[in-house]
């Protein structure tokens, strides 16, 4: 299977699962696309410890010039290789200002193949992408949840993307 192509296989049981399906794909297509247009600049290559090439990945940074940091790391992986059967990833991470102080929000939304499925986790546990638990991801089972919340955020982050990369940055 190559990097990042959802995989063919079982069908999905009723409309729901087809639409959930039909989401995770988009996904897994739009973290694609906005890897590959990055052209190779800033792209890092992400590998199993003393094996292969696993995936791609490229870190937006929308955080403004003396503000709180807004940055999202988009990758795509192998689905065969990579652990968990992960085909994509989106990482979300930025700074808040609450009456307790600086808060730093981090969140993970994943693409996995699980029996023959793609299925849409996430993960709102770890502060820090070096904290994130495999216990903590929680499947998203609400297509309209997958389709406007995950997938809407990901096209604007691209979006973002796209113009900042227009305008040279």
């Not at 696309?33 to 992400?46: C, H, N, P, S, T």
């Not at 955020?153 to 979006?159: C, E, Q």
């Amino acid at each position: 299977m190559s990097e990042g192509q959802p995989e063919q296989g079982t069908q999905p049981r009723n409309d729901r699962d087809r639409l959930l399906q039909a989401t995770c794909e988009q996904i897994v297509l739009t973290v694609a696309q906005a890897v590959d247009a990055e052209g190779g600049r800033g792209v890092m290559d992400l590998r199993i410890p003393g094996g292969p090439v696993v995936g791609r990945q490229v870190t937006i940074d929308a955080t403004e010039q003396g503000g709180l940091a807004n940055k999202c790391r988009l990758t795509i992986l192998n689905i065969d290789l990579a652990p968990e059967g992960e085909a994509a990833r989106v990482e979300y991470e930025h700074d808040k200002q609450t009456k307790f102080g600086l808060q730093r929000v981090y969140s993970v939304q994943s693409v996995r193949r699980r029996n023959g499925q793609l299925e849409l986790l996430e993960n709102f546990l770890a502060n820090v992408s070096n904290q994130v638990r495999e216990a903590d991801f929680r499947p998203i089972q609400s297509e309209s949840y997958a389709q406007k919340t995950v997938l809407g955020t990901l096209k604007d982050w691209v979006n973002y993307r796209e113009w900042q990369l227009k305008r040279g940055q």
